[in-house]
């Protein structure tokens, strides 16, 4: 089963950017499903971006990140990485990333409890 690792998070000033990245362990990263998810303080968890293992990395994400936050994964490197522009104060959470052995982007934005293995976070705090 694959590991996840998170990395990037940190303090930036609203509008700024910045980086996440998750790295994998094992061998078979290409055939994972690979999410973002985020979990504010006294707020449920939620889904940010996904991007599928197949048909060219076909990516979506959540209305509340749409047009400012970029999902990527660089298979070769077993890494997929959060691109987030435009930073907000709401966008302050603690960020996951999770994987999912060759499943639908339906089933990972709408039931993560699918999701076959899940990082530790990292804590993005946006301030105003």
């Known amino acids: 089963q694959v590991q996840l690792v998170e990395s990037g998070g940190g303090l930036v000033q609203a509008g700024g950017s910045l980086r996440l990245s998750c790295a994998a362990s094992?061998?078979?990263?290409?055939?994972?499903?690979m999410g973002w998810f985020r979990q504010a303080p006294g707020k449920e968890r939620e889904f940010v971006a996904a991007i599928s293992w197949s048909g060219g990395g076909r990516t979506y994400y959540s209305d509340s990140v749409k047009g400012r936050f970029t999902i990527s994964r660089d298979n070769a490197k077993n890494t997929v990485y959060l691109q987030m522009n435009s930073l907000k104060p709401e966008d302050t959470a603690v960020y996951y990333c999770?994987?999912?052995?060759?499943?639908?982007?339906?089933?990972?934005?709408?039931?993560?409890?699918?999701?076959?293995?899940w990082g530790q976070g990292t804590l993005v705090t946006v301030s105003s």
């Open positions: 999770a994987a999912g052995r060759r499943l639908g982007m339906v089933v990972v934005t709408t039931t993560p409890s699918a999701l076959d293995a």
């Open positions: 094992g061998r078979t990263f290409s055939s994972y499903t």
